[in-house]
């Protein structure tokens, strides 16, 4: 891959190489990623980052972002020099409060060398101070930062942060945030977590966020613009934190409609899913016109046209899933995403059998019975749908019909107690498909590697519908 050298600094460190004993060859670059086959640059190798404090500026007329990034991280490896990923400016890089040699490459790498090459297991802080107009950079030719009318918002899968803070952009290195943001008097910054102050001077107001548990980077979110937020708990006391923005025309009553009833949802969620692990709940609605919903921890992103055709529940359900689902157990690599949008849609399932609409099963056999079997849907295999398809419909609706075949296969007693004890076993951690069967397996004492072969891992349609065999 060609690299752009950017930085003087790097001639320095070039020299600074031979001064390593032989005794350092042992240390290597880290890897320019994590090692997820459908995504070969996300993520970085030779460290795991704990906790993001970034402290950044926003002008909302000229989309103008700056500031710093602090990074905590541990060494994973004896490391000469990592990635970061990002795309803005950089003008200065520490690496343990010593200046530290960088240089950008594509296709998103910041390359840093440390004065001093770093032993396995070192604490270090990373400090990068930047500044840049997000909309105006892009990577494999595309550009997820969205303007708006009167702000910004970052939200999208699987990468947003590239466009506004330095990362190791994968699910696998998971962290927690201080998001504190300087806006112009009377616009308002959303993020995760929970509000914890906000500071007036010169014209400008800072928020300040903080998300205090474990989180992947494409779940941070930061929406700027003008914005109603209102603030309450939900009946089981958990505090609930939403924004609209003051700009969202004929859907705006739609809109809180539905995500007024977040912590109402949240709650009936808990029924199926165990304790909301998350210390705040809520979503935003910002004046955009892009068109999918996010499940940003903590504070999903909604598109206004979620509600174009009236209030929409079932979005919030498919959401606020995803925090149990997605959020607290994310992910290993991206070809698990079944574990996210097939047990989300599957909530919204039986959403719709609580709210008399259909039941679970009902659903899924309209689902199988629409697709003939030479529909392209059934050529998707949930299980592993590779990079282009990882959002297909597929994905979603034969996904949840696979976890109406697994009820039906383990009956209700197990399958209830694999659906609430998944998000305990694993929470705020990472696991894949295969752990997913383990699992069921040791709940329900079945031997799974058929069923789930069939409904996730066959690029064909199962022969027969999910069977109504299901017992107490
Ligand atoms: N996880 C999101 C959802 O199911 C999907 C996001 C798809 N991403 C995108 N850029 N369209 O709600
Ligand atoms: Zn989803």
């Known amino acids: 891959m060609h690299r752009r050298l950017i930085a003087p600094g790097a001639l320095a460190a070039a020299s600074l190489l031979l001064a390593i004993p032989a005794s350092a060859a042992s240390y290597l670059p880290g890897a320019p990623g994590i090692g997820d086959p459908y995504y070969p640059y996300y993520g970085n190798g030779g460290y795991d980052v704990s906790h993001y404090d970034l402290r950044l500026t926003y002008q909302p007329r000229t989309d103008e972002l700056e500031g710093t990034a602090t990074l905590l991280a541990t060494t994973t490896q004896d490391l000469s020099r990592f990635d970061l990923d990002f795309l803005l400016d950089v003008s200065e890089v520490r690496v343990n409060g010593a200046k530290a040699a960088f240089s950008a490459s594509a296709p998103h790498e910041l390359e840093i060398t440390p004065a001093a090459p770093l032993p396995k297991g070192t604490s270090i802080t990373v400090v990068v101070r930047y500044s840049g107009v997000p909309s105006t950079k892009s990577a494999y030719g595309f550009n997820t930062w969205h303007r708006t009318p009167d702000g910004a918002i970052a939200a999208d899968e699987p990468e947003s942060a590239w466009w506004w803070f330095p990362s190791n952009d994968h699910p696998l290195d998971k962290a927690t945030y201080d998001v504190s943001v300087a806006v112009p008097d009377g616009t308002q910054v959303i993020s995760n977590g929970t509000l914890q102050s906000t500071t007036s001077q010169l014209g400008w107001t800072r928020w300040n966020w903080r998300s205090n548990k474990p989180q992947a980077t494409y779940l941070s979110t930061l929406a700027i613009g003008k914005f109603d937020i209102t603030t309450g708990k939900s009946a089981n006391g958990i505090p609930v934190v939403n924004a609209y923005s003051k700009d969202l025309g004929d859907e705006a009553g739609a809109a809180r409609a539905s995500v007024e009833r977040t912590g109402e949802i949240a709650d009936w969620l808990t029924g199926y899913f165990g304790p909301y692990p998350f210390s705040s709940v809520g979503g935003y609605v910002p004046n955009t016109t ?96 590779g990079p282009d398809n990882q959002f297909d419909t597929a994905v979603y609706d034969r996904g949840a019909l696979a976890v109406q075949a697994l009820r039906n296969e383990i009956g209700d007693r197990a399958f209830f107690a694999v659906l609430k004890g998944w998000p305990q076993q694993h929470a705020y951690g990472n696991a894949s498909v295969a752990d997913f069967r383990a699992y069921a397996e040791k709940v329900s004492g079945k031997r799974l590697a058929a069923l789930f072969d069939t409904w996730l891992f066959q690029p064909s349609k199962p022969a027969a519908p999910s069977a109504r065999t299901a017992t107490l």
């Open 290 to 385: 892009t068109g999918y919903a996010l499940e940003t921890q903590t504070r999903v992103y909604y598109s206004p046209r979620q509600f174009a055709n009236g209030s929409n529940t079932s979005v919030v359900v498919h959401e606020l899933a995803h925090q149990w689902y997605g959020d607290s157990v994310s992910l290993k690599g991206w070809k698990d995403i079944w574990i996210n949008e097939g047990f989300a849609r599957y909530a919204q399932w039986l959403w719709s059998e609580h709210e008399g609409e259909g039941t679970t099963q009902q659903l899924a056999d309209y689902v199988y019975a629409s697709h003939p079997a030479d529909d392209p849907f059934w050529t998707v295999k949930p299980g592993d749908p």
